[in-house]
């Protein structure tokens, strides 16, 4: 882990002074290892310090570390917490603030941990033989709440004959009658639950608070009193069935009981229970089985037990909410034009804009992400990012003045260069509609040179890209591409109406929106429109499977972990009942064409495009078995293809850095193969 500028080698500090800084390195694949990024700022309650996840990576055991820092709001006394190749995270200051309760996998299983801040001193709260989830801290310090899996004796469907002694049989069969059997990330569903759990501060062991068969879980939040829990959950025997049908529940801790506080056709989430104790702060939707489906603020009335929609006037998604401790009002986080903000509302809905540029978090692609935390007096700290840094923290005191309190990355790119990146917006070939996007440059650019450009297309379809850091990005503009990445129709952070651009039109239009940016680009006059190029993930490989079905433009492409085949995919996936009710009308039996319509693999007959497939080998969102189809079906085709298949990797390629590493080189190693 890098610490700071003092541990730079004598070398490079020749290096620097030699150059005077006029010559920096471009960025090579490598250099993953190298950044650092923050997360989960934890402000003290008197808004004094602040602690957080430093975030690094480990080129030896080709994994993501954190450790715990803290730092005063004024920048002084930067300082680990926690040190190792471990991962320490959501930090939770006690009232007092003289100790600190986190959570660390530093045993192998996530465990709780109590930090007092005074000495370092550092005690084992709990000792389950399985991971938590996030836990949370009772008002009056004395309780820790949290979720952890139950596993449930296995079903047995036939009585199998005993084998004789010292016989070598195979293990006997897995008995399978779910409909959700496999979850991406996770594997093949184990029998069991999650359940809510009650810890002391002090240690010992845990008490189950609830022991039905569904999952009890999501984001907790205590009464004020701190004698009961607030949680959402699918409790339906059919939950498999209505995959996002969450409602909230109250539970006390004493006697177990359980009582359902919403009912309603739609999720119900993230509860938060306000200062005073009366009013429950939470997420949801009136659910119309629409492809995107804004999420909306509301209030619940403890007293008159009813709810109501605060944030109506807001055409985007509300998440992370916070209250404010007078209890007039809430924080929360959303994307408005590919930018996360923090947005303050008070309950009877005038909203105001705290802070811009929240994100950084996800370092491969330009995703959305980011977090926050806000003291007693106002005052926050947020995780901030621009294109040219991964996530610092920023801090904003009451009188909303900003200051930046870290700058991990500053010795890094002292040494490197970065392509500039720019805003683009542009009108969709289609039917005119306005198409927000962001072009990076290669370091050293010329205007007056014809670069290749790269097209490269989020994943989703429903997620948006910004204006925020992505090393993978940055890679391909320092091997010399123009990127383009774009933010078509269905992309979030436009509304509802524009994000429904593609409900039960995926794929279709959005090929047009992205290649008008590509026209875009033609007329700016220096990209050579000979060198094309074009890859995605995901949502964006499908949408790079479906433009080399539509267009041989494109010089080569690279389609990364995609749906292929819709009918086979739904029937593959692990969200199949939500695919097939929110993203088609009917189930593909009933809906062929639709289907088919829609999938890349009826459009393969007129692909030319030199295409490689990139898929992990344990992804069970798309399944590698669409990759293997379409690379199957190019062949047949004799098109010139490839399949990359990353061993151990889910959906979530660049889970490891190495696999990131891999997916860049790949791609341009295609790219300069069929680019000569």
Do not use: C
């Amino acid at each position: 882990m890098k610490y700071s500028a003092i541990l730079l080698t004598a070398s490079i500090i020749i290096f620097s002074l030699e150059t005077n800084g006029q010559h920096k390195a471009l960025l090579e694949p490598v250099d993953i290892f190298d950044l650092e990024y923050v997360n989960n700022p934890r402000i003290s309650p008197d808004g004094q310090m602040i602690v957080y996840e430093r975030n690094y990576f480990d080129i030896q055991t080709d994994k993501k570390y954190s450790n715990l820092w803290i730092i005063n709001v004024d920048g002084s006394e930067n300082r680990p917490l926690t040190t190792g190749n471990q991962n320490d995270f959501n930090a939770t200051w006690s009232n007092e603030q003289k100790t600190i309760f986190y959570q660390s996998n530093t045993d192998g299983t996530t465990q709780i941990y109590k930090m007092w801040l005074d000495q370092g001193n550092i005690a084992k709260l709990s000792n389950t033989q399985r991971s938590q989830s996030e836990m949370v801290v009772s008002p009056d310090g004395r309780w820790i709440a949290f979720s952890m899996f139950v596993p449930a004796a296995g079903k047995s469907f036939a009585q199998l004959p005993a084998k004789p002694e010292g016989a070598k049989w195979n293990d006997p069969p897995i008995y399978i009658d779910e409909l959700v059997y496999r979850r991406d990330g996770a594997g093949y569903a184990k029998p069991g639950h999650q359940q809510l759990f009650l810890l002391s501060t002090e240690g010992g062991s845990p008490v189950q608070l609830t022991t039905t068969a569904y999952d009890h879980g999501g984001k907790l939040s205590w009464s004020m009193d701190s004698r009961s829990i607030y949680f959402s959950a699918n409790i339906r025997e059919d939950a498999d069935f209505q995959p996002i049908n969450s409602e909230l529940y109250q539970i006390d801790i004493q006697t177990k009981e359980v009582n359902q506080l919403t009912d309603r056709i739609g999720p119900d989430f993230s509860p938060i229970i306000s200062s005073d104790g009366k009013s429950i702060a939470y997420l949801g939707f009136d659910d119309k089985r629409q492809g995107y489906q804004v999420v909306r603020l509301y209030i619940y009335d403890i007293t008159s037990k009813k709810s109501r929609e605060v944030t109506a006037g807001i055409d985007n998604d509300i998440y992370d909410i916070n209250w404010r401790r007078d209890g007039k009002g809430i924080y929360f986080l959303y994307d408005e034009n590919g930018n996360t903000k923090i947005g303050f509302i008070t309950l009877n809905g005038k909203m105001s804009n705290i802070a811009a540029n929240v994100g950084g978090t996800d370092l491969g692609r330009p995703y959305n992400s980011g977090s926050y935390s806000v003291a007693s007096n106002g005052s926050l700290a947020y995780t901030f990012s621009t294109p040219d840094h991964p996530a610092d923290i920023v801090f904003v005191d009451a009188k909303s003045r900003e200051t930046r309190l870290t700058d991990l990355n500053r010795d890094f790119f002292h040494f490197k260069k970065l392509g500039e990146v720019e805003e683009i917006w542009f009108e969709s070939s289609y039917d005119k509609q306005k198409i927000q996007g962001w072009v990076i440059k290669p370091p050293d650019f010329d205007p007056n040179k014809k670069y290749p450009l790269l097209l490269e297309i989020h994943g989703g379809p429903f997620a948006n890209y910004g204006d925020r850091f992505s090393v993978e990005l940055q890679l391909y503009a320092a091997a010399g591409y123009v990127v383009l990445y774009t933010n078509p129709r269905g992309s979030t952070s436009y509304g509802k109406e524009f994000g429904n651009l593609i409900h039960h039109d995926y794929p279709n239009h959005d090929y047009e929106d992205l290649i008008s940016g590509v026209d875009a680009m033609l007329d700016q006059g220096y990209i050579n429109e000979d060198k094309l190029y074009v890859t995605g993930g995901s949502g964006g490989g499908v949408l790079t499977a479906w433009i080399v079905g539509h267009t041989d433009r494109f010089t080569a492409a690279v389609v990364a972990k995609p749906v292929i085949n819709w009918y086979s995919f739904v029937l593959n996936a692990d969200m199949s009942s939500f695919f097939v009710d929110y993203w088609f009308p009917g189930k593909p039996w009933d809906q062929l064409d639709n289907y088919m319509k829609r999938s890349p693999i009826s459009y393969v007959g007129n692909v030319t495009t030199p295409t490689m497939l990139l898929t992990g080998e344990e992804d069970y969102r798309t399944p590698i078995s669409e990759t293997e189809q379409y690379y199957k079906a190019l062949k047949l085709q004799k098109v010139e293809t490839a399949m990359v298949r990353i061993p151990g990797a889910s959906h979530g390629i660049a889970a490891r850095p190495s696999n990131l590493i891999a997916k860049v080189v790949y791609i341009l190693k295609w790219f300069e193969t069929h680019g000569k």
